[in-house]
């Protein structure tokens, strides 16, 4: 199965976002994506995955090496950086809401980090998911009359869950404001 352009998995995007902050080579994008890494928190990955999503990166022409640098323990390391057209694709999806609340965690997380570190206002994306999730919000939020929610595990999450990431993107725009 091929993916189009556009779909990245989200360890692409994480490996595209950060040679979109700085130029730097495979290693060090692997440790930002470790566990404990500042990207790796939010969604982290196993140096092969890392190189594995830098090839493909490559391959659809988002990043391209710029040169090398001596590595630590032997061969050169390659720099790498994104391309205009990584760059512009990476903004784009930077911009584009998350379209599923079970989604919220993992992509608008890792959005929001991606856009601070480089250097992207994040305002417009927080605006625009927000009158996203509010649609969904009033559709899922349980009428008076209608005793089913409360019985449904299911719906009652989707509504708790909208509610509170409605809340969560309030203070996030707030705490930027001030």
Known sequence: MT????????????????LRSAPTHGFAVAARLKAGGDIGRVWSLSRALTYRALDQLTARGYVHATGEEPGIAGGNRTILAATRTGRVQLDEWLSTPV???RDLRSELLLKLVLADSCGVDRTPLLLRQRAHIATMTDALAPHEDDNTTAHDVVALWRSEASQ????????VVT????
Do not use: K
């Open 175 to 178: 705490a930027r404001s001030t």
């Open 3 to 18: 993916r189009a352009p556009d779909q990245l998995l989200l360890g692409e995007w994480a490996c595209l976002g950060i």
């Open 164 to 171: 509170a990431a409605l809340r969560f993107i309030d203070a």
């Open 99 to 101: 379209l599923h609340l």
